[in-house]
Each structure stands twice: as structure tokens, then as C-alpha cells.
């Protein structure tokens, strides 16, 4: 059973391009999360989402970030006119069924913006 | 405000010694707490978790230990070994889905 798979691994963009960060939870997993972790710092939740639903999108900054997680397909969370604070680890974690089930984490998208 | 913070940020120990790393919530309502284990360049990786119904739990050489009076939570990890080596955040969350993380506590373990 692959775990949860995130790419690109890398990714390097110059300011006021956009990044796109995709995620495929773990097989059977319904429940996707995205965290962004800056240098020396703890985990901060970004958004939460189920198939076709944003369930909680509390820590998404209000412009420029979207996420989605449609019928078909990764989750993606995208990032328009990046600037360089959003040069960061961006993790994206799944769980089985409900909100209180482990979350399983990727191995992260690490993105540079120049 | 809610905040998970951890009591130390470096610990060092021998190999073969057991090791502890604390860690304290604020929010009382959290039910729910979980250690990763972050190794450089990687994703953090699911240690043990523990419910509010419980005060410890137990796998392979790991305990978690929940004090809901103190609001502290502790992991032990006995016979460190090199491998352990990494970062450790402790994370809690309150029916909501979403986790609230601690800062981490770097683990070094000397041979």
C-alpha cells in the first residue's frame, strides 16, 4: 500500500509565477490536509478537504492560495504571484474516514521562490 | 489562543539510555494527541497517538503518557538508538480535523 505520494518534490519558481503542489492520499484515504512548514519552525495547518469539499480552510491565507481535491484525481494546492515568503515545506497528510483518524504524511513539496 | 509547545529544544543522550521529551498543550478541550518523528528532508512520520480517555499508551519501545490535569504529554523512548535521531513534534487536535503542532524537540543520540 503506497503511502501518500506528493510531487513534485522540488520546485522553484521566481516571484509572481505560480506553483502548483499536487497529493495523492493513501489508497482508501478520503480525507486530505495540507500543512506548510517554514525553516526551524513546527507544523501550521493550511486547509482541510474531502472529495469535492473544503471542510475547513482556517489557516489558508486569504489571497493567492486555493486548494481542491476533485472526484477524480490529487489534491492540488495552488499558489498564484508567489512571493518569497511563501519559499517553504508544504506537507500534505491523509486519513481513513473521520477527522479523529491518524494522518499519514507525505514526504512534502519543498518550494523556492526566487 | 490554543498553542502546543515543548519544554526543550535540544536533548541529547547516550545510546542505550532511555529518552523523554515533553511537551505542553494549552487547550483543554483537545481529545486527541499524536508524536511524529521528522527526519532532515523528510515528512514527519506517525510515532503513537493517544485519546483524552487515556493517560499512557504503549508500542514498540515508544510510550506516550497524557496528563490531562497538567495538560502535559510526554514521550519516552527506551534503548535510543542512532536511528532516533530527528526531530520530534508533538501535535494535538480538538475534533476539527485539523492538528496544532509544538515546535519541535531536536533528538541526538551520541554512540
Known amino acids: 500500500n503506497a503511502g501518500v505520494m506528493q510531487n513534485p518534490r522540488h520546485l522553484v519558481r521566481r516571484r509572481g509565477q505560480e506553483a502548483r503542489l499536487r497529493c495523492s492520499p493513501m489508497?482508501?484515504?478520503?480525507?486530505v490536509y495540507w500543512y506548510r512548514q517554514l525553516p526551524e519552525e513546527g507544523l501550521k495547518f493550511m486547509v482541510y478537504?474531502?472529495?469535492?469539499?473544503?471542510?475547513?480552510e482556517s489557516g489558508m491565507p486569504k489571497e493567492r492560495f486555493s486548494a481542491e481535491f476533485p472526484k477524480e484525481g490529487p489534491s492540488i494546492l495552488r499558489i498564484q504571484q508567489v512571493v518569497r515568503g511563501d519559499s517553504a515545506a508544504y506537507f500534505c497528510?491523509?486519513?481513513?474516514?473521520?477527522?479523529?483518524?491518524?494522518?499519514?504524511f507525505g514526504p512534502g513539496t519543498r518550494l523556492l521562490v526566487l | 489562543g490554543e498553542s502546543v509547545g515543548l519544554h526543550l529544544p535540544t536533548l541529547s543522550v547516550q545510546e542505550g539510555d532511555n529518552s523523554i521529551i515533553n511537551c505542553a498543550y494549552s487547550?483543554?478541550?483537545?481529545?486527541?494527541f499524536i508524536w511524529y518523528k521528522q527526519e532532515s528532508g523528510k515528512g514527519p512520520q506517525f510515532i503513537i497517538d493517544?485519546?483524552?480517555?487515556?493517560d499512557k499508551r504503549q508500542g514498540q519501545r515508544v510510550t506516550v503518557l497524557l496528563n490531562k490535569t497538567v495538560k502535559h504529554l510526554s514521550l519516552q523512548i527506551a534503548a535510543t538508538q542512532p536511528g532516533d535521531s530527528a526531530v520530534y513534534f508533538c501535535?494535538?487536535?480538538?475534533?476539527?480535523?485539523?492538528?496544532?503542532f509544538g515546535q519541535g524537540t531536536e533528538l541526538s543520540v551520541k554512540p
Open positions: 497528510a491523509s486519513s481513513e474516514r473521520t477527522e479523529q483518524e491518524t494522518q499519514y
Open positions: 489508497k482508501g484515504h478520503s480525507h
Open positions: 478537504l474531502q472529495k469535492e469539499n473544503i471542510i475547513d
Open positions: 487547550n483543554s478541550a483537545s481529545d486527541y
Open positions: 493517544i485519546r483524552s480517555n487515556m
Open positions: 501535535a494535538e487536535s480538538n475534533q476539527g480535523g485539523k492538528l496544532i
